[in-house]
């Protein structure tokens, strides 16, 4: 078979609007996200049971509950509640408070990352939680957290893909749209697919450059001391000697 | 309107029972991508460059797009290439095909981990590549990733609800229809995520459960 | 009147969970005074020095610096209550403490380590605290080195610095806890004198230690901590001389 690329150029206004849909909702959902993780991953951090319990359980539905199926909840449920959005602000709301649990876990375990001495001699100095938090401890966890915290918003990106359910004009709806007028299904998913594709390299390379920026880390390879084992326990092509 | 308890509680006993064709389609799609794993990280460790190379894009396009087009791709694009499937077969497909490549990467980190005396070992005795891998690499890496291994089995179960889109009644999908006909679609949606819900945890604290065990016969 | 103790500990204990590692501890400290607290690994000693600052916070009992309370107040109704973190905060720049490990920060420069409280607590000028740090980091001999990050220097370098970066905040009672246990033998020397050095300055000090050596030359008085209590205390040499207890000589043998 061939492709009919035809499809995608005549239609190319319809995945431009749909990729420029998918990256503001992504946008907006990654930030609120990461901005609702810090207060939950404290509160989740805390000594006490009061204040951790109900971060522990707001992390775990979120995160054993499909979003497809928590979207839903949000769209049939905020009206429950006398908020009635648009969908388009539901589905960022909920991606937000998804990818906030997850960001939350990924904070929680970039500051445990850092030497629990690091806060005690900032502590110990007089700084008050925050202003070590602020100023000794995140420095420090940047290392731990850019590199889960891109995996993450990639994930977001995909997931923001769910909201086509509620009829968001995003990327993967305008795709279903284009699919309904040409019954093109190959090439209009593999079209849509690859703008995807697109969006999370991109993304993916913006976080590794910030990441350069901070001072990345060594890669480990394989020490060539196991050329042997190599063989089977590592999936890169062998050094060249 | 006023919240419903008793809509809740009336859409248990079918969600229930859609709730068996998520755990079905799961556990084909577990077993699947396992198998499928397991399969491309050898492949993989072959090092043909070619092949390599097309496994590498193949990962970084199962990375990068949503599960949901991949089930559109193998539920819609497929026939295009004269490859029919149902909706059912086609969703399991996809889901699997998706964990094949992320159970791939999680073996990939599993095997840098790994200790290399074993193999060495192994390869001194002049044991076949075969042995090897069958009874030396792939068991001791199968401990090692146990963890990820049960994580990507509670992402498979919460994927199972997006083949919901491709009209197979499952949890998703079967909440919908009781929605469409009792009104009540917020209650039937708890319903089903409060399902879903003990679902995953069970899965973890199996996960759990069967990590200590494995830690103390090891240990 | 006289001036009221620098360091005045009253009744403290602090359990963790069945464990009780401080077990009520009265202790003063004068002005100029240098204390050393000697006793088995276990005894509580460091947990002793952690609860002085509310690092670890005591179960019982009340700490004041110079007259007034740290971390724990008398409460108008009778018995104490909680100092709030704001209180607790402006108290703890009054003691200054040395960790076993330094904790340098790591993402910070020796001199930025050093003039960063000042300048965030204190309200202190950049450029007056950063000369303020430069000159503690040249009395300590790390002149050269204040552009350095902590990873480029050496344990005892480290050391002098996490010294330094304590008394930037001009405290009135330093704590040290085992500071010369994770360096080398070549270096504890130079961190010894140094504290010897602030010492014969009229420093008010608590230190945690394993150098008997230290402690009977720098010392004004010697505490032997033994299961969460002091089990004896006094002059250098009669302590390490003619120790009373069984315990202490047994402990004490261990050095000879």
Redo the contacts between chains.
Sequence with gaps: ?TLDLSIITDNAGLFAQGAVATVYISVAAIISGLLIAFPVALLRLSPRRVMSWPAVAYV??FR???????L??FF??LP?FGLRLQPMTTGIVALALFGSAYFAEIVRGAILSV?R??M??????????L?ALR??IF??MLRFFIPAATNTS?SLV?????L??LSVAEL?YQ?LIV?GQTF????V??A??TI??GL??LLAAGFRTSERRLGGQAQ?G?SSR?R????????E??PRS | MDFSVEAALAALPALLRATGTNIAIAAAAMALALAGGILLTILRSLKIAPLNLVIGVVISFIRGTPVLIQIFLFYYGLPALGLQLDPLTAGICAIAFNSTIFISEIMRGGLADMDPGPVEAAIALGLKARAIWGKVVIPQLLLRILPPLVNEATIILKGTALLSVITVVELFRAAQQISATTFRPFETMLAAAAIILVLNVLVSQFGGMLERRLAVRRG | MTAPPVLSVRGLRKSFGAMTAVAGVDLDVEAGEIVCIIGPSGCGKSTFLRCINYLERPDEGTVRIAGDYIGREPAAAGGTRLQSARQLDRMRPRVGLVFQQFHLWPHLSALENVARAPIRLRGVDRSEAEAQARALLARFGLAAKAGRMPADLSGGEKQRVAIARALAMKPELMLFDEPTSALDPEVVGDVLRLMKELAEEGMTMVVVTHELGFARKVADRIVFFDAGRIAEMGPPDELIDRPRSERLRLFLSHFQ
């Design positions: 078979m775990e539905l054993n509950i499909p979003f497809i199926v928590m839903s909840l049939y449920g429950f030497p001495g690091q005690e001699s900032a502590r110990a100095i007089g700084m008050s939680y202003r100023e000794i420095p420090q990639i995909k997931e923001s893909a769910v086509a359910t993967t795709g699919q093109a299904p190959f090439e998913f593999l849509t697919a995807y594709w999370t390299a480990r394989f196991h042997l084992a190599a063989r089977y326990l590592s999936l092509p062998e």
